[in-house]
C-alpha cells in the first residue's frame, strides 16, 4: 500500500509518497554513491546516504527507470538528505514512480 502524506501539512509543494528504493547519486566530477530513497514527490526526494553532500550542492541522481535527474541538497540530519529537484517531475511520472517504488 502506498503511503502519502498531505503537502500543506508538511509545507511542501507536492503530495509526497513513501517508498523505498536503492538509488545512485553523484556530485559533478565524483564518483557515484548509493543511496536509499525514502519519500518522492514531483519535487524532490528524501535520501539516506553515507557520502554527505552539503546543502546548496547540486547533485544528479538515478532513479530505477528514469534518465539522471539534477537535485539540489536543501537539508539534512544526519546521514537522511532532503533534495529538490531544479526541474520538478511531471505529475503523472512522479505518481507512476511512486506506485512502482511505494512500500
Given at each position: 500500500?502506498?503511503?502519502?502524506?498531505?503537502?500543506?501539512?508538511?509545507?511542501?509543494?507536492?503530495?509526497?509518497?513513501?517508498?523505498?528504493?536503492?538509488?545512485?547519486?553523484?556530485?559533478?566530477?565524483?564518483?557515484?554513491?548509493?543511496?536509499?530513497?525514502?519519500?518522492?514527490?514531483?519535487?524532490?526526494?528524501?535520501?539516506?546516504?553515507?557520502?554527505?553532500?552539503?546543502?546548496?550542492?547540486?547533485?544528479?541522481?538515478?532513479?530505477?527507470?528514469?534518465?539522471?535527474?539534477?537535485?539540489?541538497?536543501?537539508?539534512?540530519?544526519?546521514?537522511?538528505?532532503?533534495?529538490?529537484?531544479v526541474h520538478p517531475l511531471h505529475?503523472?511520472?512522479?505518481?507512476?514512480?511512486?506506485?512502482?517504488?511505494?512500500?
Amino acid at each position: 500500500m502506498l503511503t502519502r502524506t498531505k503537502a500543506t501539512t508538511q509545507g511542501r509543494r507536492s503530495e509526497r509518497a513513501t517508498v523505498q528504493a536503492r538509488a545512485r547519486f553523484r556530485e559533478p566530477g565524483l564518483n557515484p554513491f548509493g543511496a536509499e530513497l525514502f519519500d518522492l514527490s514531483s519535487t524532490g526526494f528524501r535520501m539516506v546516504t553515507s557520502f554527505r553532500p552539503g546543502i546548496g550542492k547540486h547533485i544528479w541522481v538515478n532513479l530505477p527507470g528514469l534518465q539522471p535527474l539534477e537535485a539540489v541538497v536543501r537539508r539534512a540530519e544526519g546521514n537522511s538528505y532532503g533534495c529538490e529537484f531544479v526541474h520538478p517531475l511531471h505529475p503523472s511520472v512522479a505518481q507512476h514512480m511512486q506506485i512502482k517504488l511505494g512500500c
